[in-house]
């Protein structure tokens, strides 16, 4: 049955930053899928809400604290590295919610560290999670936008591309500075294709710890998801 309110897709969202977003965009009349690979019995949890930040978190508590608010939400499992269950996710979204107007790709990999202390098998899981698994998400996603007439938003959580982000981590910054490619050259195939009420865009949370205020970043997630895609020229 389609939701009468957007549907918004959050991948990642069983913990921290991925959490709250989905918490957030409840609160503005979204219904909202949560997925990510961590799941639980949310009515056996103890405290609950447990700690947003630890463990006790999956994406079964956040839909039970999205509910308990009066919200609409539904949990999904998913492993971003397996394409299938990718693919099921954005299935199992159409298919509970009715449509999809907005994905978030949260999910990440973390392994801040020179290239001599990084392991091949760690930097292979990174590039699993991150770019490849934004494109899995993406590639899946895409047909369900062209079904809702071109219609949506993407929210790419990755940093901006400068040489300053590499310090101190390269391995890690690979497979991130490669999702603001996707965000940069998928931006360019929707103007180029006269997808004018799609959008792409990627937000860091790095903008969190310089304004010492998370409300800010999650106030820019709720405003791209509702602004124009593109800014009428003067």
């Avoid at 991150?130 to 940093?159: C, D």
């Avoid at 390269?170 to 497979?175: D, E, I, L, Q, V």
Wanted: proline share 6%.
């Amino acid at each position: 049955m389609t939701s009468p309110k957007p549907v918004a897709l959050v991948v990642g969202a069983s913990r921290g930053l991925g959490r709250q977003i989905a918490i957030d965009l409840a609160k503005n009349d979204y219904t909202v899928v949560v997925a990510a690979k961590t799941t639980s019995n949310a009515y056996e949890t103890v405290p609950f809400p447990p700690d947003p930040n630890s463990n006790k978190s999956t994406i079964a508590t956040v839909e039970r604290e999205i509910k308990e608010a009066g919200g609409k939400a539904f949990a999904i499992q998913v492993d971003v590295r397996d394409v299938s269950q990718v693919e099921h996710m954005v299935k199992e979204t159409v298919r509970l919610a009715g449509r999809l107007d907005v994905l978030v790709y949260n999910s990440g990999a973390i392994w801040w560290s020179s290239v001599a202390n990084t392991p091949t098998k760690r930097f292979q899981l990174m590039q699993r999670v991150n770019p490849e698994g934004l494109y899995a998400t993406v590639q899946a996603a895409l047909p369900e936008f062209e079904r809702n007439a071109w219609k949506g938003r993407i929210i790419v959580v990755s940093p901006p591309i400068y040489s300053r982000f590499f310090r101190g981590k390269t391995a890690y910054a690979m497979g991130k500075v490669a999702m603001s490619v996707l965000t940069r050259g998928l931006a360019m195939d929707f103007v180029r294709q006269g997808h004018k009420d799609m959008a792409i865009t990627s937000l860091w949370p790095a903008t969190v710890c310089h304004l010492h205020s998370a409300n800010c970043f999650l106030q820019m997630i709720t405003y791209i998801c509702r602004a124009p895609s593109q800014l009428p020229r003067k």
